[in-house]
């Protein structure tokens, strides 16, 4: 079954911020990683459930993407009853514990 996958308005500003934060624009390995860590995001269409549940949020989960040190977690939610995964919050793994108020 393949699920429907939905970036959130925070997760866009995410993408937005990091795209020009590595300057894709201007490089062609830039453009390559960002286009790896879109397509990364829409594999979540095929078995989202493989990737670990967020400690301490039982409902969500996140994939990580990158080699150390730029390595960053995408933070969604699956909806089984719609299908659908919901992409909440993209940043850098290195950043602390997330608040609630950081997915929304």
Request: glycine share 4%; proline share 4%; aromatic share 8%.
């Amino acid at each position: 079954m393949a699920y429907d996958v939905r970036i959130l308005p925070r997760a866009e500003r995410d993408l937005d911020e990091l795209f020009e934060e590595i300057n894709v624009q201007y490089s062609e390995a830039a453009l390559k990683w960002y286009g790896g860590l879109a397509e990364a995001i829409f594999s979540l269409q095929d078995h989202p459930a493989r990737c670990p549940i967020i400690r301490k949020r039982d409902r969500l989960r996140h994939l990580l993407y990158g080699e150390k040190p730029n390595v960053y977690r995408v933070i969604f939610r699956i909806l089984e009853r719609q299908e659908t995964v919901e992409v909440l919050h993209i940043h850098h793994g290195a950043r602390g514990i997330l608040k609630a108020s950081d997915l929304m």
